[in-house]
């Protein structure tokens, strides 16, 4: 299983950037994918995730009614709309892939390379 996160940049805050995460060679065991950060100098941190079996969206509380996760049809690309970005949304953003949705890290089996998002203030 191989993930491509793409679509971070350097932003104002309140701005608004959508995240891409193209998923190749998923198989049955893959039923959720996820997005966690890590901001500069703190550790990884859940985001959202999506489940593939009803498509049902979960989101840290502090992205929660900013931030929105999709997939696609196909279950081959998930997207992350950020809204409303803050400075504090500055962090390296990776997507991974798992067998059930999880806010831990060590839950996902498979992770994209990550993208850089930078709120200024």
């Known amino acids: 299983v191989q993930l491509q996160a793409s679509g971070g940049g350097l932003v104002q805050t309140g701005a608004s950037l959508n995240l891409s995460c193209m998923i190749s060679?998923?198989?049955?065991?893959?039923?959720?994918t996820g997005w966690f950060r890590r901001p500069p100098g703190k550790e990884r941190e859940f985001v959202a995730a999506i489940s593939w079996s009803d498509d049902s969206p979960y989101y840290a509380n502090s992205v929660k009614g900013r931030f929105t996760i999709s997939g696609n049809n196909a279950k081959n690309t998930v997207f992350l709309q950020m809204d409303s970005l803050e400075p504090e949304d500055t962090a390296l953003y990776y997507c991974a892939d798992g067998p059930k949705v999880g806010v831990a890290w060590d839950e996902y089996d498979y992770w994209g390379q990550g993208t850089l998002v930078t709120v200024s203030s």
């Open positions: 060679g998923r198989t049955f065991s893959s039923s959720a």
